[in-house]
């Protein structure tokens, strides 16, 4: 039923029918997922810690351990991806912000990071112009990152996909403990691939921030997708929305509660 | 500041651990049963008499007590002054210091192959973990680790010295070949075989630690991510693995200046190769005490500056520490 709005689409992704096992817990991770994101079109997936958001962004790259089984169907501009053609695909077309700042590698300095992930002319103006509009400091490059803050490290992470120039971001949670006021900061990038026709993942347990970014709104709940709403559902006292739990993280949002309280 | 109180900190390990050395080779010595004037005086000793034997002990200091020994041989050997070796009959640091130039072309040229032998087997074996080529190369890393160093250097001898000719079966120099007229190409010739036993069995060892911490390594998360990014093969291996491999291998070569000099003796036996290591076992047999404790108090050095370079080394390549030192 999640898959009827995507039939017809021939680009950006679509994932069908994903589901992780883990082979020696014999357990089931993620069950029967299924996505779309169009080019264009950030979709955020909100969900509780363990619901199986960074499993999802890992599946898409394949790049699961072994001891986790996947099964899905993936197309990506209306071809099948699969273990022999994603290496391609991989940082060149779709990149990932991971969750961790020690995905940084410890004994290279940002700039230097950063420039050998380019490829093409101009890079040292290119990275300047993405590390500037993230707010840091140009001096920064110069550093290693354990020389860099959370936030540093963050939004190094940040560029790191940026410079890639990628056609989708898988960002898994980017903006943990970023205040209100310098969300949009941070959020500014996304946009600006929106509209160069590019697509964002965008992975958060910021209900908030999902709801200032993406155009659409994936809700995970133990390891399945129990619904995906246009921000536009999001309105009011949530009657549009299907399911309770996205019914309750709506209504839980601070402005939210107030309304609740006085009616 | 910090590196001059890291300096002070090693150098102070230092003099303690040579104090700690020299305390314990002089009671080993002073409870073994070597008479040092029948040592000096070999088989002449019948027409000393025992009038002549006491004189010598008491020139020689003797008759004081052990620690008055103990801290007259300090004393001198603050002075740089090891004494007079028995059988070379010459001043203990000359013979050391001529003998240990032969063993450090041996050890040199050991060291440096088995490093660079064991990071790229232990690599080939670690990026292709549980492959073909890692099974291979375990197996031949575990059966060299438990290999004895003399057994190998005699199989070695025995095949290309004895049996195929191409290499000289012993000694440093050729027979009869006066001292100054040693070329360097004959000296390299002649250290190559002792060498290779040696280095072929250190290979095994870095190998297999190259290996294990590789495979720790590409198990971090800045390697997941780099895999993200389309790295994979070599190029993810020299961009992001390499210097986190090798790091721990070369600290464990230097640190391991112990084993290496313990190897160089047993090859030096085997292949009759006149180093420091073949001095030490005829200072022993021979009872020359002098020339005994000079080689360990310079062996124990020897080891001290292998483990002080492993550990300048870390803090050299890796940028946590060396802006940790640097700074303030
Ligand atoms: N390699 C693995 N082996 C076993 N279980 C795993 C593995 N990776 C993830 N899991 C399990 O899968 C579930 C989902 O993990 P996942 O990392 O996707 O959560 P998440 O939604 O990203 O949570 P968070 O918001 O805290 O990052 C968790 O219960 C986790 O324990
Ligand atoms: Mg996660």
Redesign the interface.
Known sequence: MLWKGTIGMTQGLIIKNLSLYHKYEKMTLVNNVSLSIAPSEIVAVVGASGSGKSLLAHSI?H?LPEEIEQNCEMLWNGETVNQHNI??????KI??I?Q?I????????VGKYLL??MKGKNKQHRLHKIWSSLGLDIDWLAY?P??LSGGMARRVLIA?ALV?NPNLILADEPTPGVDADTLSGVLAPFNQMKQEGKSVLFITHDFFAALKVADRIAVMDNGEIIEVSPVSFFAGDGEKLKHTYTKALWQALPQNCFVNNWR | MQILSFLLKKLTYLVILLFVVALITFLLVSLSPIDPIRAYIGADMLQVSPEQKEQIEIYWGLKESKPEQFISWITSLLKADFGTSLIYRAPVSEVIADKFFASLLLMGIAWILSLVGGIVLGSIAGMRQNGLLDRIIQLYSYVLVSTPGFWFGLLLLMIFAVGLGIFPIGLASPIGMLEGNVSFLDRLYHVILPALTLSILGTANIALHTREKLIEILKSPFILQAKAQGLKGFSLYKRHAFRHTILPAISLHFASFGELFGGAILAEQVFSYPGLGQAVVDAGLGGDVPLLLGIVIISAGFVFVGNFLADVLYKIIDPRFRKGLMKL
């Open positions: 790259l790049l290496p391609q695909l991989r940082g060149k990149a990932l991971p961790t020690d995905a940084l590698d410890p004994f290279l300095k050998t992930l290693f354990f020389e790191s890639q």
